[in-house]
């Protein structure tokens, strides 16, 4: 417990340094409308008394009425400055929410596939939403507590202390008159709440889509074309959200007004009294509006270190997403070969994605531009292992990888992954049109480009029959899509790309015969000009490999062409007599 209070300094701190320092100017003009609010709310006790102490004495109804003018317009004062100040601090706080969920976002896209996979989707929606959100509200309550209920709540004590507290009971029939307007704005506030909840809901989606198809956003280098989308969507939310407070602040200035008219009633009515019986009742009245005006700033300042808490755990959390570093990063001086050639050379690797969890032991072989190589070898083999080391989505532990005779470590990341198409099992089609999936990552090409790209990946064809063609928007996941349809696309997505290493992590094994059978005709039009390495289950998709390296617990086992590992008679045989017979598909 002391460890965590030691920390709510600096973490306090920190957000304050990074996130709200940047709006002090803004910032500045709220703690005008609270100072305003403030002194508004406590001069109306001490502009109550005077009333009935003194214009009463006087019996002039002239005097009455102007002192009630004075007491009114402190009410309106009060209710613009608090309008004032809430809009003013809603616009901070969504701005800090918006900045730092902006932040997270890129700091998110820079990071490791291992983060990813460690992490559950919904643990950073939670964080990437509920926590910011709470981190904002925090902002907010804070610094609206500290400045204007504190003082205001100090000043009002004061006067009640010298009151007579049996005289609260008349809030009770003066308070609830403010309310009644409130219900008209009721409607419009439903209304407003419903468009926002409305694009928070499209925003989490595409926050789903995307941490479920990360891998391609890193095969692909999108992760700037992603950053801006969802700053696009972020800065609707953030105007819907000013829209609904705008609507819901809109009753400060009416609830003020209202009361004020409330409590004038009261005291012209009590005045009525004053003034046919000899006693003065100033500080009846005032200790009633002091009674009545701390109570608001009392229950905010009871909630206040709650809030702070909640704000403060929750900051914790963000920031830890913050502070978590890549370590798969760009050389502080990388090359920049204009494009490769596509020579792939694997030299003594080693790699574990744990300790205890040794996935390659001593992998080498040579990937000549141009030719196909093939891994086959049963699940857990370190097939799929092998293709993730070439883009660096993991590191080696030992040994090297060389595109080029260049250490991939040497070559600038981004660069690294532009000479490289992916097509996986795992299709990661987003909820945009067929157009954008194809072209989703690639640069540099021309309508005409992308119609070729479907038609050598059959996929042309299809796309035309769709509702609206290569504008039809696919669904969440291409769900509106078979699966032969999905991976024609990620085909085609992948020949648009043009790049001169291929990556194709079982492409086929989730489809069907005749599904299979129409991918790996569009498959060998990819392959043409690339140096490819298939990893795949089915051994029939590997018989035409340049070269096939079978693998076991990590390490190559055999390797050779289809006909020599046959002959060999030896794992390779023993997979595909077993496939022929249908023992193992």
């Known amino acids: 417990m002391a460890e965590k209070q030691t920390l709510q300094k600096p973490l306090a701190k920190r957000l304050v340094h990074e996130h709200l320092a940047p709006y002090k100017l803004r910032f500045g003009q709220a703690c005008f409308f609270m100072l305003l609010t403030a002194l508004s709310t406590a001069a109306l006790p001490f502009?109550?008394?005077?009333?009935?102490?003194?214009?009463?004495?006087?019996?002039?109804?002239?005097?009455?009425?102007?002192?009630?003018?004075?007491?009114?317009?402190?009410?309106?004062?009060?209710?613009?400055?608090?309008?004032?100040?809430?809009?003013?601090?809603?616009?901070?706080?969504?701005?800090?929410?918006?900045?730092?969920?902006?932040?997270?976002?890129?700091?998110?896209?820079?990071?490791?596939?291992?983060?990813?996979?460690?992490r559950n989707s919904g643990e950073l929606l939670s964080r990437f939403t509920n926590d910011i959100t709470l981190m904002r509200n925090s902002v907010a309550n804070t610094i609206v507590g500290i400045g204007r209920d504190s003082f205001t709540l100090a000043f009002l004590i004061g006067v009640m202390f010298y009151r007579d507290w049996f005289l609260a009971c008349l809030s009770f029939f003066i308070f609830?008159?403010?309310?009644?307007?409130?219900?008209?704005?009721?409607?419009?506030?439903?209304?407003?709440?419903?468009?926002?909840?409305?694009?928070?809901?499209?925003?989490?989606?595409?926050?789903?889509?995307?941490?479920?198809?990360?891998?391609?956003?890193?095969?692909?280098?999108?992760?700037?074309?992603?950053?801006?989308?969802?700053?696009?969507?972020?800065?609707?939310?953030?105007?819907?959200?000013?829209?609904?407070?705008?609507?819901?602040?809109?009753?400060?200035?009416?609830?003020?007004?209202?009361?004020?008219?409330?409590?004038?009633?009261v005291i012209a009515y009590g005045g009525l009294q004053v003034m046919h019986h000899n006693r003065t009742t100033g500080e009846f009245i005032s200790f009633i509006a002091a009674l009545i005006l701390a109570y608001e700033p009392l229950k905010r300042l009871s909630n206040l270190n709650a809030s702070l808490q909640e704000g403060l755990a929750a900051a914790d959390r963000v920031f830890e997403i913050i502070d978590t570093d890549s370590t798969i990063l760009s050389p502080t001086?990388?090359?920049?070969?204009?494009?490769?050639?596509?020579?792939?050379?694997?030299?003594?690797?080693?790699?574990?994605?744990?300790?205890?969890?040794?996935?390659?032991?001593?992998?080498?072989?040579?990937?000549?531009?141009?030719?196909?190589?093939?891994?086959?070898?049963?699940?857990g083999a370190g097939k799929s292992t092998i293709i993730n080391l070439i883009p660096r989505f993991y590191d080696?532990?030992?040994?090297?990888?060389?595109?080029?005779?260049?250490?991939v470590k040497d070559w600038e990341l981004t660069h690294l992954r532009k000479q490289i198409a992916l097509v996986s099992q795992e299709i990661a089609l987003f909820d945009l049109s067929v157009f954008e999936n194809i072209t989703y990552g690639c640069q540099d090409f021309s309508e005409n480009d992308v119609f070729s790209s479907a038609k050598s990946a059959a996929a042309?064809?299809?796309?035309?029959?769709?509702?609206?063609?290569?504008?039809?928007?696919?669904?969440?996941?291409?769900?509106?899509?078979?699966?032969?349809?999905?991976?024609?696309?990620?085909?085609?997505?992948?020949?648009?790309?043009?790049?001169?290493?291929?990556?194709l992590d079982e492409a086929t094994s989730a489809l069907d015969t005749d599904s299979e059978r129409h991918i790996q005709s569009a498959l060998k039009q990819l392959m043409i000009g690339r140096t490819t390495i298939m990893v795949a289950h089915r051994l029939s998709t590997v018989i035409d490999a340049d070269h096939i390296y079978v693998l076991a617990n990590g390490q190559i086992i055999e390797s050779g062409s289809h006909q020599e590992l046959l002959q060999l008679g030896k794992q390779y045989a023993h997979l595909w007599s077993r496939q022929a017979q249908g023992l193992d598909s």
């Open 47 to 118: 502009l109550l008394q005077p009333v009935f102490d003194d214009v009463f004495t006087t019996n002039d109804p002239k005097l009455l009425i102007m002192f009630c003018a004075a007491v009114l317009a402190a009410f309106v004062i009060k209710g613009f400055a608090s309008y004032g100040e809430t809009v003013t601090m809603t616009r901070i706080g969504q701005s800090i929410i918006s900045d730092i969920q902006n932040r997270v976002f890129r700091h998110l896209m820079s990071l490791d596939l291992e983060y990813f996979h460690k």
């Open 460 to 503: 042309h064809e299809f796309i035309q029959k769709l509702p609206q063609g290569y504008n039809t928007i696919v669904g969440e996941n291409g769900v509106s899509l078979s699966g032969g349809q999905r991976q024609r696309l990620a085909i085609a997505r992948a020949m648009l790309k043009k790049a001169p290493i291929l990556l």
């Open 333 to 379: 001086n990388p090359k920049h070969p204009t494009k490769a050639q596509g020579r792939i050379e694997y030299k003594d690797v080693h790699f574990a994605y744990g300790p205890k969890k040794k996935t390659l032991e001593g992998i080498s072989f040579t990937a000549q531009a141009g030719k196909c190589i093939a891994l086959v070898g049963a699940s």
């Open 176 to 265: 609830p008159a403010a309310f009644l307007p409130i219900i008209r704005i009721g409607k419009r506030m439903r209304k407003v709440t419903f468009n926002a909840q409305e694009e928070i809901a499209k925003f989490t989606k595409q926050l789903t889509q995307i941490f479920q198809g990360i891998r391609v956003i890193k095969a692909y280098s999108t992760e700037d074309y992603e950053a801006i989308r969802a700053q696009k969507q972020i800065e609707k939310i953030y105007k819907l959200v000013v829209k609904t407070s705008r609507v819901r602040s809109l009753s400060h200035p009416i609830i003020e007004s209202m009361g004020g008219i409330a409590i004038i009633s």
């Open 396 to 407: 080696v532990n030992a040994g090297k990888i060389f595109i080029d005779d260049i250490n």
